[in-house]
């Protein structure tokens, strides 16, 4: 995976698995596209997708794509977030089951529908995810550390 510039991290207590991709792209700049702005703008016109096409949601989807492949591979985890740094551009993070519910999937119908030879497995669909709330509390943890955390809690 460190070839394609992403690395895992999972958690050995919990088996929360957060993903960080790396880019060497602005995030936020747009490609051009044949049909719109949207990700899949080779295929589809920006009334059919909404997901906006630029370099940090290309990155995200590729690496969800490369994550649904391996996924058979591991065992005993669950998805947490998943990052996409730049140097260029101030980064992003995302809940994985989020990208998968509202833009992976419907990428892979999409790409199924105008594309009938590709097989797609879909791994991501039955996977485990970590609970919403513990990562927004791993995620509060994170930016105010330990001493900030007891109190702002209590």
């Known amino acids: 995976m460190v070839s394609k510039n992403i690395l895992l ?9 957060d993903v960080i991709t790396i880019s060497s792209k602005d995030l ?5 596209y044949k049909y719109g702005t949207n990700i ?3 295929y589809v016109t920006d009334r059919d997708f909404i997901w906006k096409g630029d370099y940090g949601n290309i990155e995200t989807t590729r690496t969800m794509v490369i994550l649904n492949e391996i996924l058979p591979t591991l065992k005993d985890y669950k998805l947490g977030n998943i990052k996409v740094i730049s140097r260029l551009s101030v980064g992003r993070s995302y809940n994985i089951e989020h990208i998968y519910k509202d833009y992976l999937n419907p990428i892979f119908k999409v790409v199924r529908n105008n594309n009938k030879d590709i097989k797609i497995e879909d791994n991501i669909k039955s996977a485990q995810y970590s609970d919403p709330l513990d990562l927004l509390f791993k995620e509060l943890h ?3 550390g330990d001493d900030r955390i007891s109190h702002t809690i209590e």
């Open 9 to 17: 991290f999972k958690n050995k207590n919990t088996g929360q698995l």
């Open 28 to 32: 936020y700049q747009i490609p051009q």
């Open 40 to 42: 899949l703008g080779g």
């Open 142 to 144: 994170s930016i105010l």
